[in-house]
């Protein structure tokens, strides 16, 4: 039971450097998201792709690029990492579209901080 | 924009006893709702949800939500809570500009006394 994979689970950078979290989901499920949860912020959508080909940005889009690979995979590139993007990121999928019953499944995090 | 609010940042309860954790949103139709509760270090676990009809909404682990158009809100009850129930939980709402566009408050952190 898979279900939503993010990788790496932790990740050390230095401000400037840039990296790509992966997610990959083996739901089938058409719509993918990016957050990131900031103590007293809760979880702010970053980007999200409601359908293979198809990406649009969330609440906090700057500084972050994605790229939807294939229907399974969703990554998210920080280009030039800076103090203020060290954050807890998760990975999340959905049946997605106009459909009821759009839950939400989540990928255990991935912890990234900034120095 | 549409939006989601909590806003009882940290509640304590003692164990055993009743709790409600509240959510309001702003929303210009009928809102598609969402409870999840996250434990310490791990992911977001759906809870319940609402989309229509029956406005009382029953959940895993105990957990009932109501739905109250007049005062936009949809917050969770547990008539006894369990130490296990210890942790984060966040009231999300479909955004109406795009229905895979999920929303999420800023969280409620429950305490459990023993």
């Known amino acids: 039971n898979a279900g939503v994979t993010q990788t790496p689970k932790f990740q050390v950078l230095k401000t400037g450097q840039s990296m790509t979290l992966q997610c990959a989901q083996d739901m089938n499920h058409n719509s993918m998201y990016w957050y990131r949860q900031d103590p007293g912020m809760g979880l702010r959508l970053i980007y999200y792709s409601a359908s293979e080909g198809t990406t649009d940005k969330g609440e906090v889009p700057n500084g972050y690029n994605v790229s939807r690979l294939n229907k399974r995979e969703f990554s998210l590139r920080l280009e030039s990492a800076a103090p203020s993007q060290t954050s807890v990121y998760f990975c999340a999928s959905s049946v997605g579209g106009e459909v009821s019953g759009n839950t939400i499944y989540f990928g255990e995090g991935s912890w990234l901080t900034v120095v | 924009a549409q939006s989601v609010t909590q806003p009882d940042i940290h509640i304590t309860v003692s164990e055993g006893a009743s709790l409600e954790l509240r959510c309001n949103y702003s929303?210009?139709?009928?809102?598609?709702l969402f409870w999840y509760v996250q434990s310490p270090g791990q992911g977001l676990q759906l809870l319940l949800k609402?989309?229509?009809?029956?406005?009382l909404v029953q959940g895993i682990k105990g957990f009932e939500a109501e739905f109250k158009r007049s005062q936009s809100s949809f917050n969770l009850r547990k008539p006894s809570v369990h130490w296990s129930d210890a942790a984060e939980y966040f009231c999300?709402?479909?955004?109406?500009?795009?229905?895979?566009?999920?929303?999420f408050g800023s969280g409620t952190r429950l305490s459990i006394r023993p």
């Open positions: 999300a709402v479909v955004s109406y500009s795009s229905a895979s566009k999920i929303i």
């Open positions: 609402y989309f229509s009809g029956d406005t």
């Open positions: 929303y210009g139709a009928t809102p598609y």
